[in-house]
């Protein structure tokens, strides 16, 4: 099992560009969320999905996007990037319905916005 | 508000050497709280999970404890090695419906 991957690794965008950061898991997690990690501050969750067809957002919503077409997938995509956005982001699955079940991460996106 | 936080923010020992890291939390109600560890430039990892009824745990050098009175856990690190060298988070579970809450993190450096 390769467990939760997230590509790209690194993205360099400009203001106002538009890009999807990928996610995948191969657990058959039905709980798949996206959060950013910025210094000095906990992670925070953007989206969440517990199952295929079904997204809510989380803390930090604005300017992202999510869908949830199966139960492999979990694409965010940002419209119009900002400054802002400038981040790490994770994405994680767990067991929606296992009270203890612990998040398994992806290794991250570091994305920049200029 | 819910909150997680975490003392020290960062740390400096060495090798062989112990640790303790503190993490008190305002999360109510409570169902679990988890330590993980973030490698640089990773995801993090689950280290141990402690329910309201678990005063202790042990996962090899490390060890959680868990004062659900206070709202205050720590975790122990027994003979620090190298490869210990991480950010240390600790999250509070408050309901059954993935509702979590992230402290900062503690980022420890173990140094030969």
């Known amino acids: 099992n390769a467990g939760v991957t997230q590509t790209p690794k690194f993205h360099i965008l400009k203001t106002g560009q538009s890009m999807t950061l990928q996610c995948a898991q191969d657990?058959?997690?039905?709980?798949l969320s996206w959060y950013r990690q910025d210094p000095g501050m906990g992670l925070r969750r953007i989206h969440y999905s517990v199952a295929a067809g079904i997204t809510d957002k989380g803390e930090v919503p604005d300017g992202y996007n999510v869908s949830r077409s199966n139960t492999e997938d979990f694409p965010l995509r940002l419209e119009s990037a900002a400054p802002s956005q400038t981040s790490v982001y994770f994405c994680?699955?767990?067991?929606?319905?296992?009270?203890?079940?612990?998040?398994?991460f992806g290794n991250g996106t570091r994305l920049t916005v200029t | 508000k819910n909150q997680v936080e975490q003392s020290p923010q960062s740390l400096i020992i060495l090798e062989g050497k112990n640790c303790t890291l503190q993490c008190n939390y305002t999360v109510s109600p409570f169902s679990n709280l988890r330590w993980y560890k973030q490698d640089t430039g990773r995801g993090p990892v689950s280290l141990t999970i402690?329910?309201?009824?678990?005063n202790t745990k042990s996962n090899g050098r490390y060890t959680a404890t868990l004062d659900a009175d206070t709202k205050q856990s720590s975790l122990h690190i027994t003979a620090s090695q190298l490869s210990d060298s991480a950010s240390y988070i600790c999250v509070v579970n408050g309901n059954a419906g993935n509702m979590l809450t992230f402290g900062g993190g503690t980022r420890l450096m173990v140094k030969p």
């Open positions: 657990m058959n997690h039905g709980y």
């Open positions: 402690m329910t309201f009824s678990e």
């Open positions: 994680a699955s767990s067991y929606p319905d296992r009270e203890n079940s612990p998040l398994h």
